[in-house]
């Protein structure tokens, strides 16, 4: 994690990292100012919540109540050297927790990340570099050493290699990367999470059997998802970016919609608009994006290529981002390794989805196959030791498919996680699926996944597919779990070089009479393709396009960035319009824009139901105010603290709407219930001297949300290395 560092007055330091501030001082006694903790202050402190937060995890997965247990820690100073100290940690339990859990919470204190640290011995390594904003040596533990060469199946170079390769090639783009959390729970399965330190919502997560598969896993999807814009998917990309020569990539076009906002003649082709517009129903306006928002330059297209005969054919952006996210995107060494990839990461998706949504019972690979990989049975008894049945499955459907499945169940609360992974290699394919179960998980987060149902309905519903999509908790049918299984178990091989498997999987697609769409991207130093398959690899329903596309914030971004300046004539029409629009009222603002503001702030957690109680507020429509506080209320899993300032609102209206009741005659004891700070500010909002309580001001140049600006910043780096390229 990168922390920068602020010199205030006198001895006060700031350090920002993430959407966080901490600033430190030193005691009067040292000639600081004593207004906030030391540095090592904070450092004592961080040892000891760490124990407390390892407390609560493993108390939270057994439904133990934390509320009378309490922890303390003391550090023992040596009179003789004061860098040798002793952590006295002590954990005082109540009388109804067992011994086993005794035991537990004991052993869960000694998982604590600070004091493995502290134990390990850090190394630190001091140096002055010209520019820190430049410096983009990647911050990454695992480093090749010149004569290691590492070939696993799959990969055209040797791990060592690639990891040097794409390291280099996000050094060059400016960007810091860094490892925020490494797992390794299970023998050969390990998994990492890395992140652009400047921007840290720029993010992946890499698996493999070793650590350094793992590595080049999450670096690999990092240019991936870079080269293909996912990290920027329904974000707003500022002015300056709007109104640049290209806004996505230098080859883009530009459609105007025709006559009554008609689908312009040059987007998609025939076999495309029959599968997403076969009523009529989308428009032009339905595909502007919501990355630039200029509804006067069209529709921007991005060219792909139709494998069948090579003709090109323009996807609107908006189309590719409300659809798809992220299925169908690869990078590699090689293109063709790149394709192999892209290609198993959509049969994976699209045979779960089947499996899923047919309740499908798989066959189960017999224990003579599995004992031909010796380091993936290992892992797997690794898990069934810690007391988690796993079901190893063969979900090709009959040889159909490279694809397999590893399920996870959990007896501790019912729940199951059933994991796919695909490969032309029936070992890879498995090793694939066992370390996805895991990626980024602890054993504590096996908790979380949910239990399986014989309700047919929760399971085809298209969300519990999304959810699958995005990190495998959807919700599974019993009928899965069948010991009569659906389909004969086929010990399948689609494996050769990537050039061939490649083929294989086109073949596979072309014989489904699947039209394949693709694009490829080299700007950035590593073959990275994009492929679509329409009817088959979209995450989110056609629909969607109509009904919930992501350039609904086009319609009330710039309204909202620029509440503060609103007249009242036009606070009243946002509110009619957000009011008639029939969006769900607990979409956060976040969602409904692209703008990313800060999680910690009002901003940050406001919903579309409290922006509306907030106009109703400052325009003094008391009534209808009070019917959306009681709906926040009802429904609201805000923090504490804004539930009881809401509260206090309700009270306050309630007393204004009632003629009988006068504000004086409780506010005092108002303000020994909820403080007198708030009270001012509560009564304040309700009589109209105060507008957007918490909402500090902005406007569409994003001034204060540093959030938004270091993402865009992210993707400047992005923009201006693909202009540089496009111009030689």
């Keep these: 994690m990168e922390i920068n560092v602020n010199f205030l007055d006198n001895l006060r330091l700031e350090a920002k990292f993430d959407d966080f501030t901490v600033v430190t001082d030193q005691p009067i006694r040292y000639k600081g100012d004593g207004s906030a903790p030391s540095p090592f202050d904070y450092f004592l402190a961080s040892s000891a919540l760490c124990a407390a937060y390892f407390v609560r995890v493993y108390c939270k997965a057994r439904d133990i109540p934390t509320e009378n247990i309490r922890l303390s820690q003391n550090n023992i100073v040596d009179p003789e050297n004061r860098y040798n100290q002793?952590?006295?940690?002590?954990?005082?339990?109540?009388?109804?927790?067992?011994?086993?859990?005794?035991?537990?919470?004991?052993?869960?204190?000694?998982?604590?990340?600070?004091?493995?640290?502290?134990?390990?011995?850090?190394?630190?390594?001091?140096?002055?570099?010209?520019?820190?904003?430049?410096?983009?040596?990647?911050?990454?533990?695992?480093?090749?050493?010149?004569?290691?060469?590492?070939?696993?199946?799959?990969?055209?170079?040797?791990?060592?290699?690639?990891?040097?390769?794409?390291?280099?090639?996000?050094?060059?783009?400016?960007?810091?990367?860094?490892?925020?959390?490494?797992?390794?729970i299970v023998p050969h399965v390990w998994s990492l999470h890395i992140r652009d330190a400047a921007s840290p919502m720029c993010f992946t997560n890499g698996k493999g059997a070793t650590k350094e598969s793992a590595l080049c896993s999450a670096l690999g999807e990092f240019i991936e998802r870079l080269s293909c814009n996912f990290f920027y998917n329904d974000q707003f990309f500022g002015e300056e970016i709007a109104n640049s020569d290209f806004v996505h990539y230098p080859d883009e076009k530009w459609f105007q919609p025709g006559p009554d906002d008609e689908l312009p003649a040059g987007i998609l082709d025939d076999y495309c608009l029959a599968l997403y517009n076969p009523d009529g129903e989308v428009h032009g306006s339905h595909l502007i994006d919501t990355n630039s928002g200029r509804t006067d330059r069209g529709i921007v297209s991005l060219p792909f290529v139709r494998r069948s005969d090579g003709e090109v054919v323009y996807f609107p952006s908006n189309l590719i981002e409300n659809l798809f996210l992220s299925n169908g995107m690869s990078a590699g060494n090689t293109l063709a390794e790149a394709q192999v990839q892209c290609l198993s990461e959509?049969?994976?998706?699209?045979?779960?989805?089947?499996?899923?949504?047919?309740?499908?019972?798989?066959?189960?690979?017999?224990?003579?196959?599995?004992?031909?990989?010796?380091?993936?049975?290992?892992?797997?008894?690794?898990?069934?030791?810690?007391?988690?049945?796993?079901?190893v499955k063969d979900a090709s459907l009959g040889g159909q498919f490279p694809v397999m499945c590893v399920t996870l169940m959990n007896p501790r609360n019912g729940g199951v996680f059933a994991s796919f992974g695909a490969h032309p290699s029936f070992e890879v394919a498995l090793e694939r699926s066992l370390t996805e179960l895991l990626q980024g998980r602890s054993f504590e987060n096996l908790n979380d996944v949910p239990?399986?149902?014989?309700?047919?309905q929760a399971v085809t519903e298209p969300n519990n597919f999304v959810e699958h999509f995005i990190d495998s908790t959807g919700i599974v049918s019993w009928r899965f779990f069948s010991a009569k299984s659906d389909l004969a178990f086929v010990e399948w091989d689609f494996s050769g070089t990537n050039e061939e498997e490649a083929g294989r999987l086109f073949g596979i697609l072309e014989a489904m009479g699947k039209e394949v769409y693709v694009a490829v991207h080299e700007d950035l130093g590593a073959p990275v393709c994009r492929i679509l398959v329409p009817g088959y690899s979209e995450v989110y329903p056609v629909e969607d396009l109509v009904w919930d596309n992501t350039n609904m914030a086009l319609d009330y971004r710039e309204d909202i960035l620029n509440l503060h300046s609103l007249s009242d004539d036009q606070l009243a029409d946002l509110a009619e319009r957000l009011e008639a629009s029939q969006l769900d009222n607990y979409m956060t603002i976040i969602s409904l824009t692209g703008i990313e503001f800060d999680e910690n702030t009002v901003w940050g957690q406001l919903t579309i139901l409290e922006l509306k109680l907030l106009i109703c507020l400052a325009l003094q429509w008391h009534e209808e105010a009070s019917e959306f506080v009681d709906m926040f209320l009802q429904f609201n899993d805000n923090t504490v603290e804004r539930n009881l300032f809401y509260r206090a609102v309700n009270a306050v209206l309630e007393i204004t709407l009632d003629d009988d009741l006068e504000l004086d005659d409780?506010?005092?004891?108002?303000?020994?219930?909820?403080?007198?700070?708030?009270?001012?500010?509560?009564?304040?909002?309700?009589?109209?001297?105060v507008r957007f309580h918490g909402l500090t001001p902005t406007n569409r140049q994003l001034e204060g949300l540093e959030k938004h600006q270091r993402l865009i910043e992210s993707y400047k780096k992005l923009h201006a290395a693909r202009a540089a390229k496009a111009s030689v």
């Design 666 to 689: 409780y506010l005092a004891n108002l303000k020994r219930m909820y403080g007198d700070q708030t009270m001012d500010d509560v009564v304040g909002l309700v009589q109209g001297s």
């Design 346 to 391: 959509i049969f994976e998706r699209a045979v779960k989805k089947q499996i899923i949504e047919e309740e499908l019972a798989l066959p189960d690979v017999p224990q003579s196959v599995l004992e031909k990989y010796p380091h993936i049975l290992e892992g797997i008894n690794a898990l069934e030791a810690q007391g988690f049945p796993i079901l």
């Design 451 to 456: 239990p399986p149902t014989f309700n047919t």
């Design 86 to 184: 002793i952590f006295k940690i002590q954990v005082e339990l109540p009388e109804d927790i067992s011994e086993k859990d005794r035991q537990g919470i004991l052993r869960s204190i000694d998982r604590c990340t600070v004091k493995k640290v502290v134990q390990t011995g850090p190394t630190f390594e001091i140096e002055q570099v010209e520019n820190l904003a430049e410096d983009a040596q990647a911050l990454l533990m695992v480093k090749p050493e010149d004569d290691s060469r590492t070939y696993i199946e799959g990969k055209d170079l040797p791990l060592e290699q690639t990891i040097a390769n794409m390291t280099a090639i996000l050094a060059d783009l400016g960007m810091k990367i860094e490892i925020a959390s490494w797992r390794n």
